[in-house]
């Protein structure tokens, strides 16, 4: 015999409310105390309650799926696949599915699909970008847009000149004085604000940063051959921070096949955190962006925007956290382990791919 389907109605009774309170208090709608929605969801957990999809949809007049819109070369980096779960997880939480769209899949009608735009990243350049904006369903950026068409109906942003800006004063702190920067290329708000921030930084502190651009997804083996010019162009350079994701490897092969180590009179760093940083030997010093809890972020505003629960051209801030590891100098143990996550017997570092 098969479970019985817990309703709204056993809801509304078990939490001792009225069954358009209930609903109020599961949707987020309505004027309902927070004590009392608390308590009505806490109840809802308990029995088990799933609401019904297809009668949400119908009564908010939508399509109850909201667009995901990354860069083109996401899906090869770690940390837009992470950030695409953590949206997705979110989304799911408040009854939504959630559509990826890639390239010309994003233009077109969109807003006959969707009930609202996810934009990770979003770049000038992109042609598809301006077109989603003025779609006419409410849109959220991943960093903001720094394009001059309709702006977003809300944003969720990290501060990436003070994430740079702490990497560069850590690898000061541990002796660098002659720094490099891999740098994105590209006019996404990231890409922008490392270049600037490296530019200011240098004027600071009175020591120019050397710039090599790079692709937005460079690999690590366009970030080893960029590494390998700027450390031969200019031998003083005494750290190299790697922007794109993944590609900070690349930098350590670069230095093996100089004759530098790694740690010692190069130090490295990426403004990136992920699996390659974590895993490479040495391990990489890197500013953790939270990717999953990021796309949570977006899809929780996104979601809050359109239940009314939250003003349009609302900004909300993300936080960083710079993961300190041996490939910045030696080992003090801010990494979480007992020797600062340090290979001690590093083998030379193979050609990447």
Known sequence: MSARIVTLLDVARAAGVSRSTASDALQGSGRVAEATR???RATADALGYRPNSAARRLRRAGTGAIGLYLPRTASRLDYYMNLAFGAVARAQHDDFDVVLLAGTAARGPIASRVDGLLIVDPDTADPAVPEMLAAGVP?????????PSAAPTGAVVCDNAASLTALLDHLADRGARRPGLLAPRGDS???QALRMTAAAWGEAHAVPVAVRPVPFAATPAEAA????????????????????????????YAADALGRTPGRDLLVASCVDGTATRTSSPPITSVDLRPAEYG????????????????????????????VRASSGPEDGTDGSPDGGADRSRPAAARPH
């Open 38 to 40: 608390a308590r009505v």
């Open 225 to 252: 051959d960029a590494a390998s010019g700027l450390l031969r162009a200019d031998p003083g350079v005494d750290a190299v921070v790697c922007g794109p994701d993944g590609a900070a490897p690349g930098v350590l």
């Open 189 to 191: 708000a990231w890409a």
């Open 139 to 147: 849109v959220v950026t991943g960093e903001r847009y720094p394009g």
């Open 296 to 323: 949570r972020a977006c899809a929780e505003l996104l979601a809050d925007i359109l239940a009314g629960r939250t003003p349009p051209d609302t900004v909300r801030p993300h936080a960083w956290e710079l993961r």
